[in-house]
């Protein structure tokens, strides 16, 4: 079946056929119009250039800080920006994804530890918990469940979204960009806008949920089987969007070769220093 | 309006005033469903024993699994926690939180290196990619997009969840209690279950969203002046919940007032050093 017609059918079977193309989806759930939404989810590149319609930016934002956030402490913020060149700036500094150009609405999701840092200034009381790895690490988690929520809530409206990792290849100027202050960083960016239907993304396949799912304990017995089969199914996929047939293991195991294979984000750590992130 | 009235009439405009207690929602959306899904969200820390139904763990990991992951890596796995003992004496480790030995499942969400070393071994290539912290952010963000994406199904079928970032106050511990391979940790928790109603969790007040939505740039004007209205809105929340007053300035500020504060996540860069993550 053809990820499109999924799309028009929106069953649950048909969705769950698309995202594993083996097994078959739960019986009768109590809302499953939640699971339809979630995963009808495709990354979108190209996009039609409307703008978004008045409020949804707020309710998206509702979405995000409705996430749960550790201790309540907050530690993210976002940037919107719709300017053509601001997004032209940051399109490049991504590696020169078009669709930052071309989509309406670019957010750039932070890791916000300055915000603490500036009460504790005020307040006059020490923030050396700021400069520890685990810090950071909530920011992380934080950022990601609300731009997670913020998503869900996006693709609900008929908008698509792609996560764009690339603002990692270069993190100092992405922050001198969007005027960052020290101990903030953006961890990922996102587009969204209006998916051109012209030229509509596919769901993708991904690994059968024995392999990723344990019970217990962390087991990898039947994972070289699935992998095997998951290997046919991403190379189908590859073949059915015209894209170069490969095997999902090998190419994932170059993805992560060496420094060489990680965009420039191989010096991600001393960026992080050189943004006011101690990362004890 | 108490939060029970929000969750009960469910509208936008109550789960907003619920939220924010300030502002109003925005006009109409296409599908507002969603928002009041997600805006709906409460950390749930008291639950009825009941398991969960057929095929919603299922249901949460096709949720999880559609989420983005950079790359297709799918570089996180799940493992799921129900026999009790073991949720004990993960109990523990996190700090001796009761609601883990009290929901019938636990979640271990895990930063999952450890496939594509396996798989590097098997096709005799280099995997030296994985020591960089770069790597082990996308496995950080990956599992976060994951796991919330479950937690909005979980919701959407009645069920609640509580996040627990105290799974990473012994993280070597929690790797042997689930048979972690290395280059493989457990980032976060989570407990998931009906809530027992006789103990109804309350949707928590966030910053107002100029504090966290930036445009363009980041900027800090007006940041004091909402700040302080937080402090007396979290204030009032803090009483009706029967929990000691306090300015949330100065509660977060305590919490990362230094190492002491971090309940022993002062050393999670050395335990991920242990447990295989170089993060170069």
Chains 1, 2 share one sequence.
């Not at 799309?7 to 056929?17: D, K, T």
């Not at 039609?48 to 956030?69: F, I, K």
């Not at 270069?170 to 806008?193: I, K, N, S, T, Y």
């Not at 290997?231 to 420094?259: H, K, N, T």
Request: with cysteine; proline share 5%.
């Amino acid at each position: 079946m053809s990820d499109t017609a999924a799309f028009e059918a929106g069953s649950l079977a048909a969705l769950w056929a698309a995202r594993y193309r083996e097994g078959v989806a739960p019986g009768a759930l109590p809302d499953e119009a939640m699971l339809r939404h979630l995963m009808a989810h495709r990354s979108v590149r190209a996009y039609r250039p409307d703008p978004l319609p008045e409020g949804v930016l707020e309710g998206a934002m509702a979405a995000g800080q409705s996430a749960s956030t550790s201790s309540n402490l907050q530690v993210w913020s976002v940037v919107a920006v719709e300017d053509a060149e601001r997004r032209a700036r940051l399109s490049e500094l991504a590696g020169g994804q078009a669709h930052i150009r071309q989509a309406p609405l670019f957010l750039a999701w932070l890791v916000d530890l300055s915000r603490l840092a500036r009460l504790g200034a005020r307040l006059s009381h020490a923030t050396e918990g700021l400069d520890y790895l685990e810090t950071f690490l909530v920011g992380v988690v934080d950022a990601a469940l609300a731009a997670q929520n913020a998503a869900a809530f996006f693709e609900a409206q008929g908008l698509g979204i792609v996560y764009i990792g690339g603002l990692r290849n270069h993190p100092e100027q992405v922050a001198r960009e969007l005027r960052l202050p020290d101990r903030c960083m953006a961890v990922f960016g996102m587009c969204v806008g209006y998916p051109d239907m012209a030229r509509p993304a596919a769901i993708k396949p991904r690994l059968a949920q024995a392999v990723v799912l344990h019970r217990e304990c962390y087991d990898v017995s039947g994972e070289d089987a699935a992998v095997g089969r998951y290997d046919g199914i991403d190379e189908a996929f590859q073949r059915e969007q015209g894209l170069a047939p490969r095997a999902w293991s090998d190419a994932m195991v170059r993805r992560v070769a060496g420094p060489q294979s990680l965009n420039g984000r191989d010096r991600l750590r001393e960026a992080l220093g050189a943004l006011g992130f101690a990362l004890r």
